[in-house]
């Protein structure tokens, strides 16, 4: 059964057009992350939950914003997507920082 | 924030032989895992070996770690076609044990 679900696998919005990207979990981790990688790039983290704690990376575009409702789900939302946001958007979590991370298998975003 | 390399970039190598990549890292570490991504996939945790050891097995996998160098090997042994991958070190240090990931291995096993 899948512990990290993504959806929608694949999604294409326009330029500058919002869209929202969503993560869930069935592993009760206290700790969610999202990550951009770009093609054949390594995953950059772009900000994490411990629990309801938001925790921003300092590189990350204000451009990018994170809700997390509920210890089971995690959006990614950008507000104005640009052509160079295309990437694919993984989500993970983890019991604490530094434990081993469970990945969702990523939304592939398209910007028109 | 540290960051890992991955050594080589790309790696191609016939079924059945043995597969060794390498990765440094530039700071003290809490630990240092390696994980596997197949094409256009999440993913996938493979080993996990803290600072104070030194080598770890799982099934094909021997992970080693050397703090005074700070470098890491991963090694898999007879190796198959669906072993193709990208395979990532990544090191958990610092004040905020957040991982950093290394830029990656492209290995390729052909059949």
């Known amino acids: 059964d899948a512990m990290v679900i993504q959806n929608p696998r694949y999604q294409v919005t326009q330029f500058g057009k919002p869209v929202t990207l969503s993560c869930s979990q069935t592993?009760?981790?206290?700790?969610m992350y999202w990550y951009q990688q770009k093609s054949s790039q390594a995953p950059k983290l772009l900000f994490h939950y411990y629990d309801k704690d938001f925790n921003n990376e300092a590189d990350t575009p204000d451009n990018f914003q994170s809700r997390r409702p509920n210890t089971s789900f995690c959006f990614l939302d950008i507000r104005s997507p640009g052509l160079g946001d295309a990437a694919m958007y993984l989500c993970a979590t983890s019991r604490s920082i530094s434990y081993e991370q469970y990945f969702g298998p990523g939304t592939r975003l398209t910007v028109t | 924030s540290q960051q890992g390399e991955e050594d080589p970039q790309a790696l191609s190598i016939q079924e059945g032989e043995n597969a060794t990549m390498n990765c440094s890292y530039k700071?003290?570490?809490?630990?240092l895992q390696w994980y596997r991504q197949n094409s256009g996939r999440g993913l996938v945790h493979l080993i996990l070996i803290r600072s104070n050891e030194r080598e770890k097995h799982s099934g094909r996998l021997r992970v080693t770690l050397d703090t005074s160098k700070k470098s890491s090997s991963l090694l898999i042994t007879a190796s198959r076609a669906a072993d193709t991958a990208s395979y990532f070190c990544a090191s958990s240090g610092g004040s905020n044990y957040k991982l950093t990931f290394g830029k990656g291995t492209l290995l390729t096993v052909n059949p």
């Open positions: 592993l009760n981790h206290n700790v």
């Open positions: 700071t003290s570490i809490n630990n």
